[in-house]
């Protein structure tokens, strides 16, 4: 409280000096300050990646989950990332890795196909799929592929809209073998040019060096159930576009779930400047009022 105040009367004291000026200049210098304050839109950028193949969700039940809930990682790997956004190393976890998620993403379009075999695709079908998490870790299919998750054909692409506000973390989780896939960010639905590289895969090594993990399995065609986990440094908005890259061991990407963290809008506390310039800015105004009543006065 002592420091707010101090803030509003050093505010109020170098505004009162500013709007003492001509009122026009008052008033600019205001407006500047004001647009100065304004927060800068920036890019974000993977901070750390995990690969999960032990995990729990907190509420959690035995036919699946939705948000909001919180997931913890037990067992997996750190992955390093190149320039060109591929896995060219992995270690294990230094500890459990927790992330809260509360929001999913919504189907935009598709290229290729999807869903092979599952019956027609629609907006309903695919984000009943990406926002359920069911399959990995939770359903067995036995020998059959249910409607759990969203299948895809060799490059075969989706694109998905982020919730407004961006994710700080985004949790994908993926059935089947260890398929490499190709995230990126799109700044339009259309996924045209320009486009942000998040993940492009593995180098072989790192790959072969995860497949041979007891807790992963021993191929890639292992009934492997896995969660991928990105942070980021700032919230990542726009749209999504996963695609399969590759096939091995003859499986195909199977995505069971798409959501992160959608962190509410926080609502900043005045800064110095912010105060200087809405009260300069209104001071300005005041003045410049008051000298052209006064001028009609004298008419």
């Known amino acids: 409280m002592g420091i707010s105040m101090s803030r509003a009367r050093v505010s109020w004291g170098l505004a009162a000096r500013v709007a003492a ?10 407006l500047v300050l004001l647009l100065v304050t304004a927060p800068a839109a920036r890019a974000a950028s ?29 067992a997996g790997v750190s992955l390093g990332l190149s320039a060109s956004a591929v896995a060219i190393s992995q270690s294990d976890l ?7 998620i509360d929001a999913t993403v919504t189907y935009q379009s598709h ?4 869903d092979w075999g599952e019956g027609p695709v629609s907006a309903a ?56 896939f190709k995230l990126q960010r799109c700044t339009d639905a259309k996924c045209d040019e320009p486009r942000q590289l998040l993940f492009d895969g593995f180098d072989s090594d790192p790959m072969s060096d995860v497949l041979a993990r007891g807790d992963f399995g021993s191929g890639d065609i292992s009934p492997i159930d896995q969660v991928y986990l990105f942070l980021f440094d700032a919230p990542l908005d726009g749209w999504l576009r996963i695609s399969e890259t590759k096939k091995l061991g003859g499986t195909r990407l199977e995505v ?7 962190p509410p809008v926080p609502v900043p506390e005045p800064t110095t400047f912010l105060l200087w310039g809405t009260t300069a800015a209104g001071l300005g105004l005041i003045r410049w009022r008051r000298r052209r009543r006064r001028r009609r006065a004298h008419r």
């Open 256 to 262: 069971d779930f798409v959501g992160g963290l959608d």
């Open 21 to 30: 000026l001509k009122p026009g200049v008052a008033v600019l210098l205001g």
């Open 94 to 100: 230094a500890g459990p890795v927790s992330a809260s």
């Open 125 to 180: 079908s695919v984000n009943s799929e990406v926002g359920w998490l069911d399959d990995v870790g939770f359903v067995a299919e036995g020998g059959g592929d249910a409607k759990l998750n969203i299948d895809f054909t060799y490059h075969a692409k989706v694109i998905l809209k982020i919730p407004t506000g961006g994710f700080t973390s985004l949790m994908i989780a993926e059935d089947a073998g260890l398929d490499p």
């Open 111 to 114: 290229k290729g196909v999807i």
């Open 46 to 74: 993977v901070t750390a990646l995990y690969l999960l193949s032990a995990f729990s969700t907190s509420p959690s039940y035995s036919g699946g989950v939705t948000t909001p809930f919180t997931l913890t990682g037990t």
